[in-house]
């Protein structure tokens, strides 16, 4: 039976056989008929996005304004220094709150917003973007794209693990062939992709946001509407603080000598920080900062208050629909806590390759 | 052979940095300037009253509403931002309860006695001005249900009693990782490692659904901030417990032996030898908790508990001042800033102290 039931899931992966309704999803029109289910998978994927897309800005953010406080130019510091004062004690919900409503009151009408060539557009009903859209069997393309994601995954921390296990003497230290545990599965996953993507005969074109209503709404095209971008402004410039006074302890880790000797051979200023330092702070800065993530990870669940439906409003809604809240409730934790293990160890397979060897 | 280097280091002043400095500051002063024009230049100040947010401007009929802010929003409604529903005539309570609870610091924090009386003391002020706030019949004094309370003096009622009880669960849950029993450590492990990956908002959901389930049908519920109060109270718990782990991870081992060659028991060893240094070096990390609690007790907004944010939130609700979204956040933030800022200020202070003794 049992074996009877894989080879049929396998037989849907490789030739989209089996049909139901989770192989023919629409990830745009989510619909009441739908069940609680696909609303909390949906609710998952917003969270997801969030959380992702915070944590590159954040991280992006937090290292700009490390540097600035750590420049020598004055203005650069005390922007720096008011900042990260300023964001760091006040509540999260009450920046988001915040955010919220300049997104709502303060951006400019649609007539009156960004265009962009007609193609992308940031007004108080959202940031609109083209919209790349498939023909043919995606959801079977994405399965294919994941099981390979999971595979060269698993070959890049067996070799990572391998590696650093071998002692110092056959260990390469400085040379290109350090790269090899992360560049070789992230070639051959990309491959696969390629392979998978010929093979499936999907085609891609663009969409492009129309605008209604005589020019006073658009519709169509790729939309990040205000909850979504006020809760990403709000979790990135909080956690940018964080992670800015993070990039600023682990610069001041780094033996100023290095500086110093660095100088004194004639890098200039960004090649001194760029090859020498760095690359020794970002060693310090690896597990606080996976603890800032993983703190981002779960204020996207705040999303609650400004109307975004992330897994926790979703989960929230149907809770008070369904009365189910045990069932509900374990599936928060259960995918709160998945999210946290799957972020920590991501960043220990970082952390073990610039750790230092040996200590 | 003569080798000048190419580059020659600079003396006296740095033009590229003193440019960039210039021309920054000149666009920071530009950036802000919209803003401080919001805040004070073209705001309205007094009366507190809807009509002085209201201008005369030539060529428009009706009265124009004010280009800046509009502060007679928050002067109107401040007593609603600082204790909610709680009823004038009753207000002197909530100041005599901070005095009692800041006797109680104060004690705990001066008298040279045992540490359990010390401790014994604060937790008796701690309960008897949370006794004040609520009333009682036979103090003669009228009961404040908790639905009436709000605003700052509830964010101070939630962060207050989240530390004070979470830090002795807290403690017991990092001594109970620490442990050689088997059964001890891992429910504790479970504890402490669940909680901390879960957002506290799901924690508020499930005291608010999950505790009225393990009581009897038909029987008094449970009162909604006492819900929201048990849950802060397990996530401060599990924070405090890690604090306190490196606490106890940062005495040398040798402590830890010496007072076992002495042939102390646990309970004498953690009491006077090892739990007394390992709770001084926590005290920084246990500061920047508190703080972070401060700000994490206005996530109980969303379950329906107008703390301080909460209400500010929902002052736009008011007639009167519909459309003033900006003026109670920026002064609920302002009040959250000065808390928090002087709080980590003090804890910065205190390091520098402790440290030169």
New interface residues.
């Given amino acids: 039976m049992f074996v009877h039931v894989v080879e049929s899931e396998l037989n849907w992966l490789l030739w989209g056989v089996f049909a139901s309704e989770w192989s023919t999803v629409d990830w745009h029109d989510f619909d009441p008929e739908k069940s609680y289910g696909m609303a909390l998978a949906v609710g998952f994927a917003n969270t997801l996005k969030v959380a992702l897309l915070g944590i590159v800005l954040a991280t992006f953010l937090g290292l700009a304004i490390g540097l600035a406080r750590t420049s020598?130019?004055?203005?650069?510091e005390y922007?720096g220094a008011s900042y990260v004062?300023?964001l760091?004690?006040?509540?999260?919900?009450?920046q988001l709150?915040?955010w919220y409503?300049v997104v709502l009151?303060v951006f400019p009408l649609v007539q009156d917003g960004l265009n962009i060539s007609d193609a992308i557009f940031l007004n108080n009903r959202g940031l609109f973007l083209p919209e790349p859209l498939f023909e043919g069997s995606v959801d079977r393309l994405l399965f294919q794209g994941f099981f390979a994601a999971a595979a060269w995954g698993v070959v890049s921390v067996v070799w990572n693990h391998k590696m650093h296990h071998r002692g110092l003497q056959s260990a390469p230290a400085s040379t290109w062939a350090r790269h090899l545990p992360w560049l070789v599965p992230l070639l051959g996953f990309l491959l696969t992709l390629s392979v998978c993507v010929l093979l499936s005969g999907v085609s891609l074109s663009f969409q492009f946001p129309e605008k209604v209503f005589g020019g006073r709404n658009l519709r169509g095209g790729l939309t990040l509407s205000p909850e979504f971008l006020a809760l990403l402004m709000g979790l990135s410039l909080y956690t940018a603080t964080f992670v800015a006074e993070i990039v600023r302890s682990g610069l001041s880790a780094v033996d100023r000598g290095q500086t110093e000797a660095a100088r004194a051979l004639?890098l200039s200023g960004f090649q001194t920080l760029r090859r020498v330092v760095l690359p020794q702070a970002v060693r310090v800065m690896v597990p606080p900062l996976t603890s800032q993530y993983l703190n981002l990870a779960?204020?996207s669940?705040?999303a609650?208050?400004v109307g975004y439906p992330d897994l926790?409003a979703v989960g929230?809604t149907i809770?008070n629909q369904t009365g189910k809240?045990?069932e509900v409730?374990l599936v928060?934790?259960a995918v709160?806590?998945s999210l946290?293990l799957v972020i920590s160890l991501v960043m220990n397979v970082y952390n073990t390759q610039v750790k230092l060897v040996g200590r | 052979m003569n080798h000048t280097?190419e580059?020659t280091p600079r003396s006296g002043l740095p033009i590229g940095?003193v440019l960039?400095?210039v021309v920054?500051?000149a666009a920071?002063l530009l950036g802000v300037w919209p803003i401080i024009r919001w805040l004070f230049v073209d705001a309205a100040f007094w009366p507190p009253e809807a009509t002085a947010c209201l201008r005369e401007v030539a060529g428009e009929d009706e009265l124009v509403s004010v280009a800046g802010a509009c502060w007679p929003a928050v002067w109107d409604t401040l007593p609603l931002l600082l204790v909610g529903r709680y009823p004038q005539e009753e207000v002197w309570r909530i100041g005599l309860a901070a005095l009692v609870f800041l006797a109680g610091v104060f004690v705990f924090a001066r008298w040279k006695g045992p540490m359990l009386g010390r401790a014994l003391a604060l937790a008796g002020s701690m309960l008897f001005s949370l006794l004040l706030f609520r009333g009682a019949e036979f103090l003669g004094l009228a009961v404040v249900p908790s639905t009436e309370w709000g605003g700052l003096a509830l964010t101070l009622v939630l962060s207050i009693g989240g530390i004070g009880a979470g830090f002795p669960l807290g403690l017991v849950m990092a001594l109970g990782r620490r442990s050689s029993l088997p059964v001890i450590r891992w429910v504790s492990t479970t504890y402490i490692e669940?909680i901390r990956?879960?957002?506290?908002?799901?924690l508020l959901?499930?005291a608010n659904?999950?505790f009225p389930?393990v009581l009897p049908p038909n029987s008094v519920s449970i009162d909604a901030l006492l819900r929201a109060q048990i849950a802060i109270i397990l996530f401060q718990g599990a924070y405090i417990a890690e604090v306190v782990r490196g606490g106890l991870q940062a005495v040398p081992s040798g402590q830890y032996e010496a007072a076992q060659a002495l042939g102390m028991s646990y309970a004498k060893m953690m009491r006077l030898v090892v739990l007394p240094q390992a709770l001084r070096i926590s005290v920084p990390a246990l500061v920047s908790t508190f703080?972070g609690l401060i700000?994490?007790t206005?996530?109980v907004?969303?379950i329906g508990i107008f703390d301080l944010?909460g209400t500010?939130?929902n002052v736009p609700s008011i007639p009167e001042w519909v459309g003033r979204?900006?003026e109670p956040?920026v002064f609920?933030?302002l009040i959250?800033?000065v808390i928090?800022?002087g709080l980590?200020r003090f804890s910065r202070a205190y390091e520098n102290v402790a440290i030169a003794r």
Avoid: H, Q
Avoid at chain 1, 72 to 76: F, I, N
Avoid at chain 1, 88 to 94: F, G
């Fill in positions: 020598g130019v004055k203005p650069l922007f004062e300023f760091r004690n006040i509540p999260v919900l009450l709150v915040f409503a009151n004639g779960k204020n669940s705040l609650v208050a926790v929230g809770l809240s045990i409730i928060w934790m709160y806590l946290s | 280097p580059k940095k960039l400095s920054l500051g920071a669940l990956g879960v957002p506290l908002i799901t959901f499930m659904y999950l389930l703080i700000k994490d206005s996530l907004a969303v944010l500010a939130r979204d900006f956040l609920s933030a959250y800033f928090c800022y980590s």
